[in-house]
């Protein structure tokens, strides 16, 4: 399977601590995002990487979330201290800079997080 | 913030007959676009418009970007049971690959 990679699918934790979520993308997609999608709702955008260097944040990103892209290749998002309100599925998409550009983003599976 | 309304929020409907789901917002958007999310999956893009007044299709489905930049159309015809899911309207303001999203119009279709 070649498409964008999302790990853990599920996460279940207790509020205060945190978690961390992984995000493989399309190998040559030098593009990679991440949103958030609570019950019901669209995908919210919270941040985007061009290669190495977050390019965007959104102001759904508050101090405890952080998300790194070190290498220009796979990302990961954290959740410090992780609240009720934080419980969503985070999803993970990538493209190739002209392609984000007419809108096509590819989209992973997602990561849901349930927070207790 | 920027928000995408769209209508009708869910829809049930017999295999074979036609659909058609609207997206209005209040800003101007360059491009519009269309998903479909299946459970337990991430949105597929279905259809991208980036004119004004433009008009696609891709296959069963046809989708239009308004006049005035501010809504959007998706009609799909002599629906199939596989056509369930939720779909998504988007708009992109700054080519970035920054999309915001409608709240998913849920389509059920009985064979």
């Known amino acids: 399977d070649t498409g964008v990679s999302q790990d853990p699918r599920h996460k279940i934790t207790k509020r205060g601590q945190n978690v961390t979520f992984r995000c493989d993308p399309i190998?040559?997609?030098?593009?990679l995002y991440w949103y958030r999608q609570t019950l019901g709702q669209g995908p919210e955008f919270l941040t985007y990487?061009?290669?190495?260097?977050?390019?965007?944040k959104s102001r759904l990103l508050s101090d405890r979330f952080s998300a790194e892209r070190p290498k220009g290749s796979f990302s990961t998002l954290e959740i410090q201290r992780t609240e009720q309100g934080d419980s969503a599925m985070y999803l993970c998409a990538s493209s190739l800079t002209g392609r984000a550009r007419t809108g096509e983003l590819f989209f992973g599976e997602g990561s849901r997080l349930t927070v207790l | 913030g920027q928000q995408l309304n769209q209508s009708p929020q869910s829809m049930f409907i017999q295999e074979g007959e036609d659909v058609s789901m609207n997206c209005t917002s209040s800003s101007i958007f360059n491009t519009w676009l269309w998903y479909k999310q299946d459970p337990g999956e991430g949105p597929v893009l279905l259809i991208a418009l980036y004119k004004a007044g433009e008009l696609t299709s891709n296959g069963r489905l046809t989708a239009q970007f308004g006049i005035t930049r501010k809504d959007s159309f998706l009609n799909i015809s002599a629906s199939i049971p596989s056509d369930v899911g939720i779909y998504f309207c988007?708009?992109?303001?700054?080519?970035?690959?920054?999309?915001?999203f409608g709240q998913g119009t849920t389509l059920q279709v009985k064979p």
């Open positions: 988007a708009g992109q303001q700054s080519n970035t690959g920054k999309l915001i």
């Open positions: 990487f061009q290669n190495e260097a977050q390019l965007e």
């Open positions: 190998s040559e997609h030098n593009r």
